[in-house]
Structures are given as C-alpha cells and as structure tokens.
C-alpha cells in the first residue's frame, strides 16, 4: 500500500500551509525550503507551476499518489457535473477522511492506519482497504470488539458540527455518510479549477 513518508514539515513549508497537521513547526519557519530560505530570490510561478502545484497540494491533503489520484480525476470527469467539485466530493468520500472527518482520528494517516489495521467497519462489513468509496447511507463504525479498546478510543476527538455530511451516533460509536458535500462546506484551501485545468492540456 503506497503512502508519503517523507518529511511532513517540508511539505507544508513548500505550500506555505500546515496541510499535513504540522502547524507548530510552520509557525517557526514559513520560508520554502531550500538552501537559502528568505534571501533567495524566486521567481514568481507561472501558470502551469501554480496548476501543478495547486495539484501537489491536494494530493499531498488527502493522501493520494499520483495513480490514484488520476483515477480520481477522470471519475470525476465521467460524473454529471462540475468536474472540480466532483473532484474534491469524490475525495472526501473516501473512507479514511470520512474516519478522519468524525473525529476517529487525530489526522489522516491516523485513519488511515485504523482503517487499513481492520478496526473499521462500512455497513457491518469491515474494509481495511482506505481509499473505499463512500455512498450516501453507508454506515461506518468501530469494529465491535474494538469499542472498548482504550487505545483506539482514547484517539476520538469528537465530529466537527460543520461537517454536515456526517452524522455521528455517540452511543452506538457509528456513523453515518450522509451525502455528499458541497463544496463550499468543504473547508480545504484547494483551488480545484486549477487542477482540471491542469489535466485538460
């Protein structure tokens, strides 16, 4: 199974944004790596480096390498619709950030390991396999045994109230996927247009 495993900080660094959770070291250095941090001048980007960047971006969000995300992208384009928007819908179906959205997780490889270690159920059925494709109605849960487990349930945080696709039953410690978001629910800083642009050369 594929994953980033490189070095978190640099990558927010890189776009300026703490996408990978890592906040408190951007706040320290914001500068883009490299060799010369704030003395180096850079040239400003072009349109097809702010495009590919923008892409990066998302990729690096989510958690997606470059295969998938392509294949994203083009079942995006196959829906009736916006293609940007059923982009970022389609990515936010996926079952590691519906685990991540609930507040399963601190962050999203946290769900994404609960997920692919089999501690998450999608309609009674356990699915280890993270980038599943949710539909409305699908019902996610911890495992049975794995409820008292301290050590998984000691991570919940809690579900965010904005994120109104979700529903999530405190006592039964299952949820629900409920739709698909809108994307201006969608809190993400992703200018998604950019990628179909990108993809459309």
């Not at 079952?95 to 159920?121: E, F």
Request: net charge positive.
């Amino acid at each position: 199974m594929a994953r980033y495993t490189g070095p978190k900080t640099r990558i927010c660094r890189i776009f300026g944004e703490p996408i990978l959770g890592n906040g408190k070291y951007l706040s320290k250095n914001s500068n883009p790596p490299g060799q010369h941090g704030p003395t180096k001048k850079r040239k400003a980007p072009g349109e097809y480096a702010l495009q590919l960047k923008e892409k990066q971006k998302a990729k690096y969000t989510y958690g997606v390498l470059e295969k998938q995300f392509r294949k994203t992208f083009e079942e995006a384009n196959r829906i009736k619709g916006v293609t940007g928007e059923n982009l970022i819908k389609l990515l936010e179906a996926r079952l590691d950030n519906a685990v991540y959205r609930l507040g399963l997780a601190a962050s999203r490889p946290g769900a994404r390991q609960l997920v692919s270690h089999k501690h998450v159920t999608v309609n009674g059925e356990v699915v280890n396999i993270p980038s599943f494709q949710l539909k409305p109605g699908d019902i996610i849960s911890i495992k049975e045994k794995d409820k008292a487990n301290t050590s998984i349930t000691s991570q919940f945080r809690g579900k965010n109230q904005k994120f109104s696709w979700l529903d999530w039953n405190e006592t039964e410690m299952q949820g629900t996927f409920v739709a698909y978001p809108e994307r201006e629910s969608v809190p993400e800083n992703i200018k998604e247009q950019l990628i179909v642009e990108l993809y459309s050369k």
